[in-house]
């Protein structure tokens, strides 16, 4: 079965402190990947998608992305945080034309200090 | 489009009383998805469907939750009786190519 997996529970970083939030994914074949971000009090809204093409996927925010096949991961960037950055970041991958759902890791909670 | 819809946005009931969560998707997405949300066991997928039929129920709790999608533009997520465990939010997500979530019901039952 696949999974996802995000390396980090909980991320402090300063304004202005650059971000990585690691995500991999166990399964071979071809994926589709995103990131979603969930402001707290709201829900989960998407930041990011690959489906196929360039690896390297700009979100909104200012955020990106880079597919990496070979180690089966999907890690979320951003090189300059905002204390409005501070947030649930969750990574989710899907098989495209097998079962529709999402499997979705268990989240990155961001704290941005001003 | 106005993106997925929930209602109510907030519930508070008592222990023993039936609750109704509705969503409606966005239009033309044939996948629906009902996720409950707690600090203890973060998000969770309950049931999804595609076209309108339960592909996998597997997250459902138990027998006092039931979800029904009568056609495209409806689906409910039933709990009957309520239990304070089942506090939570309950988010509706609908996908074509990718899934979007509704804002959530917070319930509370007390």
């Known amino acids: 079965a696949q999974s996802v997996s995000q390396h980090n529970h909980h991320v402090i970083l300063s304004e202005a402190a650059s971000l990585e939030l690691g995500c991999n994914y166990s399964?071979?074949?071809?994926?589709?990947l995103f990131w979603y971000v969930q402001y707290p009090g709201q829900h989960l809204q998407l930041l990011l998608k690959?489906?196929?093409?360039?690896?390297l996927v700009k979100g909104i925010k200012g955020f990106e992305a880079e597919f990496i096949k070979s180690k089966f991961s999907f890690n979320l960037r951003k090189p300059s945080v905002q204390w409005s950055d501070t947030a649930e970041y969750f990574c989710?991958?899907?098989?495209?034309?097998?079962?529709?759902?999402?499997?979705f890791g268990k989240g990155t909670k961001l704290s941005v200090k001003p | 489009d106005a993106g997925v819809i929930q209602s109510p946005r907030h519930e508070v009931t008592e222990m023993g009383q039936e609750v109704t969560l509705r969503c409606k998707p966005i239009s033309g997405h044939d996948y629906l998805f009902w996720y409950r949300q707690t600090m203890m066991r973060g998000l969770e997928l309950l049931i999804y469907?595609?076209?309108?039929?339960?592909?996998?129920d597997s997250g459902m709790p138990e027998d006092r939750f039931s979800a029904k999608m009568p056609n495209a533009s409806f689906s409910t997520l039933k709990i009957q009786p309520s239990e304070p465990r089942d506090s939570a939010v309950y988010f509706c997500?609908?996908?074509?190519?990718?899934?979007?979530f509704g804002p959530g019901t917070r319930l509370t039952v007390l």
């Open positions: 690959y489906f196929s093409g360039d690896p």
């Open positions: 399964y071979g074949g071809t994926v589709n």
């Open positions: 989710a991958v899907n098989v495209p034309r097998s079962q529709g759902n999402l499997i």
């Open positions: 997500a609908s996908m074509g190519r990718t899934q979007y």
């Open positions: 469907f595609n076209n309108n039929v339960p592909i996998d």
